[in-house]
Structures are given as structure tokens and as C-alpha cells.
């Protein structure tokens, strides 16, 4: 599975902006879908996840400010990013999971300023 994310960039404390994640196979085989971050010196940690029945679960830093969408038809995992913080910066990455695999895709920067 080959995992293209998009979508970040640099924004203002307030601000929001919508990653995307393009799957190279029918994410419905794919059991849980979701987005991790990295910040500088830090481990990467979880953001949000979704299961093939599109069940949510968040971090508590993130919860009711991210929403996490599947969208099996087009193959497609999205994060829209509200109210964002700059503790919210980092290198977030998109996470394909199956039965006996782990699959992540490149990484998109985002930057929130203060």
C-alpha cells in the first residue's frame, strides 16, 4: 500500500486546514486508517484513527478540534484541523494497518504560528 498525503502547510493559531491521505488499493481491506504526528525531539504519537466502519478515536490534545473521515469509495482518509495550536506543529504522517501489515506514508509539514 503506497500512502500520499497532502494538505499541510503554514497557518495562524486559530486557523484550520484539511490533510488528505490517497491510498494505492481499496482501503475498505484496510482494517484501521489514521494520522500521526512528530514533532521536533519528540516521538511520534497518534492523532486519530479510523476502523474499515469508520469508528473514530482521537487523541485527547485533538479531541473536538479534529475530525477524521474515511472515505472508502475513494480510497481516500482525511483529517480536518480546527481551532489549531501551535503545539499542533509537526510532521504529521498517514498510517494504513492490516491484519499483518503497518504501512505510512511520506509526511506533510504543518507549521501553526503564535
Known amino acids: 500500500v503506497q500512502l500520499v498525503e497532502s494538505g499541510g502547510g503554514l497557518v495562524q493559531a486559530g486557523g484550520s486546514l484539511r490533510l488528505s491521505c490517497e491510498a494505492s488499493r481499496i482501503i475498505s481491506s484496510i482494517n484501521i486508517m489514521g494520522w500521526y504526528r512528530q514533532a521536533p525531539g519528540k516521538r511520534r504519537e497518534l492523532v486519530a484513527t479510523?476502523?474499515?466502519?469508520?469508528?473514530?478515536n482521537y487523541a485527547d490534545s485533538v479531541k473536538d478540534r479534529f475530525t477524521i473521515s474515511r472515505n472508502n469509495a475513494e480510497d481516500t482518509v482525511n483529517l480536518q484541523m480546527n481551532s489549531l495550536k501551535p503545539e499542533d506543529t509537526a510532521v504529521y504522517y498517514c498510517r494504513a494497518q492490516t491484519l499483518g501489515a503497518s504501512f505510512w506514508g511520506q509526511g506533510t509539514q504543518v507549521t501553526v504560528s503564535s
Open positions: 479510523s476502523t474499515v466502519y469508520g469508528d473514530p
